[in-house]
């Protein structure tokens, strides 16, 4: 006969590691969401917006301003 003790914060673990696992492959995956979506954006060739300070410009805007600050 063989006797087994489950230890009651057993399942609390079991618990938290579930949660955490779900959340951490949320945050994974909006991360992987967000590469492919920049990558078929570049492919495709569309503008995109890049931001500044706190204000967002065109990406070609973005870049001339930038080589204007270098050319200083």
């Known amino acids: 006969m063989m006797l ?7 399942g609390m673990l079991i618990w ?17 969401r967000r590469a492919i979506f920049g990558f078929c954006l570049k492919i ?3 503008k995109t917006k890049v931001t500044i300070g706190s204000s967002s410009v ?13 050319m200083r």
């Open 16 to 32: 938290q590691t579930i949660v955490a696992v779900a959340v951490g492959l949320l945050f994974y995956l909006k991360k992987i």
């Open 58 to 70: 065109p990406a070609q805007k973005a870049a001339k301003v930038e080589r204007e600050v270098k």
């Open 4 to 10: 087994a003790y489950v230890d009651p914060g057993l």
């Open 44 to 46: 495709i060739g569309r």
